[in-house]
């Protein structure tokens, strides 16, 4: 499509020009902006991998923990934690590996959790941060497509926003908390 348009572009530009040497300025740019384009960038930071400064841990808890965990809790109103929750709708497990970043972009924990085929997996905000309160954000990334969803719980519970790319494999949560 993006290609449909560069060729029109560079047929518009010589028409109503009349100058060849526009014309092929202008289809140069047009290329150059297709191919930039079209380029794969990196999504996720090289920085996601296990490193020796934050450690990764695993968690492993399934949808019947996630239910007890998200019941509203009117008489702890000082306590909320953000869900990061993982679906599998494939028939093979999925592990799924994130790194969370605080408000300054500094990395303050990574886990990884194996989402079974057909299944759901979660870890909370707490377990990026080793308990400690924090607001900031979470990227994922996970070997094959799975659906991710984010929610704060505490008093009341609420939908976060979360955004998947490349195909499901890359999850980002602009915003995450746990205090």
Request: aromatic share 4%; net charge neutral; hydrophobic share 40%.
């Amino acid at each position: 499509m993006k290609q449909t348009h560069a060729i029109a572009a560079v047929l518009v530009a010589g028409l109503f020009v009349g100058s060849n040497a526009l014309a092929a300025a202008t289809a140069s740019f047009v290329a150059r902006d297709t191919l930039v384009a079209k380029r794969p960038r990196d999504l996720v930071p090289s920085d996601l991998a296990p490193s020796d400064e934050v450690p990764e841990i695993e968690i492993d808890r399934d949808g019947d923990a996630l239910s007890e965990e998200i019941r509203p809790r009117p008489t702890d109103t000082d306590i909320a934690d953000t869900a990061l929750v993982f679906t599998n709708h494939t028939r093979h497990r999925v592990e799924v590996r994130c790194l969370a970043r605080n408000d300054n972009g500094e990395t303050i924990g990574r886990a990884r959790i194996v989402v079974p085929g057909g299944g759901l997996r979660y870890l909370r905000a707490s377990d990026l941060s080793e308990g400690a309160d924090f607001v900031g954000s979470a990227l994922c990334k996970s070997a094959a497509r799975v659906v991710a969803t984010a929610m704060l719980f505490g008093v009341e519970i609420s939908d976060l926003p979360s955004r998947s790319v490349r195909r499901g494999k890359v999850h980002r949560f602009p915003l995450i908390a746990t205090y």
